[in-house]
């Protein structure tokens, strides 16, 4: 696990700047959670921080490095989007795997990795069948096992529940919340979803035109919302 720090962020797509100088300090093993409504620039953000997209202005530093200059690849990040991207042709166990195998491991560690992430994940009996052959949780899971497989120092979700029923969302929430207790890797999630945020959130950085309106705990943000906005959007009383 890491620490992920950003120092005066900025980002601009050619006239338009989505992100506006973005200070923030996220701890070793925090889940922090990135809310705001669509359009704001969470996905940017996130984006910027994994290194799929160079910032215009400012630093990212990871474990206290500066890697503002250092590709995704290295940057010892897992992404988990909302669309799943699974390899059709593979079976789970092989997606799961598939990241590993470049990674110079040796068969039976690969495998001894792939079966602890799939009990963690309930996915264990799963591990023959194609993504076709599964429902949308199961192939989210199987996604999250994947990110999970090359012990990354940082996982970001952007939105992964999104394109499940509430039901589905609800177990899936809690299954994110439990596996960041048990491995207590630094998590930076996004959503647009407040009760999300609230309930897996230990920070909530709340955003809004590519600004941070407010940074703090779940009940300080909802109990002493800093402005309108962020009352509004929390559904504070006030
Ligand atoms: P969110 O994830 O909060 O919905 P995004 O970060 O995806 O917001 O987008 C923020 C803004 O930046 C949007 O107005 C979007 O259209 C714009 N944007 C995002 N990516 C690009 C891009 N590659 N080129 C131009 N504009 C972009
Ligand atoms: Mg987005």
Redesign the pocket.
Known sequence: MASVTLKNVSKS?GA?D?IRSIDLEIADGEFTVFV?P????????LRLIAGLVPVSEGDVFIGGEQVTDVPASKRGLAFVFQSYALYPHMNVSRNISFALETARLGRDEIRRRVTKVAEMLKIGHLLDRRPRQLSGGQRQRVAIGRALVGQPEVFLFDEPLSNLDADLRMEMRFEIAKLHADVKTTMIY?THDQTEAMTLADRIVI?NQGRIEQVGRPRELYDRPANRFVAGFLGSPR
């Open positions: 797509f338009y989505v705001g669509s359009g704001c620039g969470k996905s940017t953000l996004v955003l």
